[in-house]
């Protein structure tokens, strides 16, 4: 009688140990790929932009601007999931060019700058909800002459290289035989260098960060934002691909930035105050398309 009560009661141990090591395992799964690796080395490896004013960008010494505050509050969310208050955060340069390949290749676990979110990306990476709602003009000199984007045609353009707006400026020249002279700069400080130098009539970009370049204009009063917007486009945070789990904690993050108002403090801290590095204002009115974003956080792509 003995004896056979003791193997009942070792192969319910044995069935508690069983699901007790399911569910473990079942909790590492949920943590997806990114958030395994994040807790296996300790480090939080973000992408940033150096010149992307005012999302994300550097003085030199600090990271800063209205997408990396959303992005520290991605990290901050991170620590608390993980429970790892002490998480090593390690900061990387990136371009526009580098962006998609330093997250596929797991330099990066994630970055919150002036990427958009598309169809064409999103075979590649995978993106949060939206950060930002943006038409895609040009700024020039107040008495260059150029008010919309035909007056482009014969003329020298530049834009910083990798983006959505490069494309559509080569498509623009082929489809309609502009004739542009297109210089691809390799960030958004040089584009507007060309274009402050003379070499270039116009400097065609995501309309936010023309604004954000106009903050360096050693005379502000010279430039103006012109043009009929080519597209309507959105920023995201990127990271890899089939990892639900951080898509998730990201989507969370933002949507709970949105919806509490915070997100519209960060947008009058960034676009509507005085900001580094000369103290400029950059008075950017907030669109009813970001309104709406606020009011209803999502994750969709324009193009």
């Not at 989507?251 to 930035?257: K, N, Q, S, T």
């Not at 960060?266 to 669109?287: A, C, D, E, T, V």
Request: charged content about 25%.
């Amino acid at each position: 009688m003995q004896s056979n009560v003791r193997p009942h009661r070792f192969s319910r141990c044995l069935l508690a140990a069983a699901m007790l090591a399911c569910a473990a395992g079942a909790a590492i799964a949920d943590d997806g790929e990114t958030l395994r690796k994040i807790k296996d080395t300790g480090v939080i490896s973000l992408g940033y932009r150096e010149s992307s004013i005012p999302f994300s960008y550097t003085n030199g010494k600090d990271v800063m601007g209205y997408s990396h505050e959303i992005l520290l509050q991605i990290v901050d969310k991170v620590k608390t999931q993980l429970q790892m208050p002490n998480l090593q955060v390690k900061l990387v340069p990136i371009t526009s060019q580098n962006r998609i390949t330093l997250v596929q290749n797991g330099t990066i676990d994630i970055e919150c700058g002036t990427t958009t979110n598309n169809l064409e990306r999103q075979k590649q990476v995978a993106f949060s909800n939206s950060l930002f709602v943006y038409g895609l003009r040009m700024l020039t000199k107040k008495d260059s002459g150029v008010k919309d984007f035909p007056d482009l045609k014969d003329r020298n353009v530049v834009t910083t290289a990798g983006t959505t707006d490069e494309r559509l400026l080569v498509k623009m020249n082929g489809e309609k035989g502009m004739n542009m002279n297109l210089i691809s700069a390799k960030d958004h400080g040089q584009s507007f260098l060309i274009l402050e130098t003379g070499r270039a009539v116009a400097f065609v970009m995501d309309e936010p960060l023309l604004y954000g370049e106009l903050t360096k204009a050693k005379n502000h009063g010279d430039w103006t934002v012109v043009g009929t917007p080519l597209q309507t486009e959105n920023y995201a945070c990127m990271f890899r691909k089939d990892d639900p789990s951080f898509k998730k904690l990201a989507d969370g993050v933002i949507a709970g930035l949105m919806t509490s108002g915070r997100a519209e403090q960060l947008y009058k801290k960034w676009f509507q105050s005085p900001i580094p590095p000369r103290g400029i204002n950059l008075n950017y009115p907030l669109s009813a398309e970001m309104k709406d974003l606020y009011a209803q956080p999502n994750d969709k792509a324009f193009q």
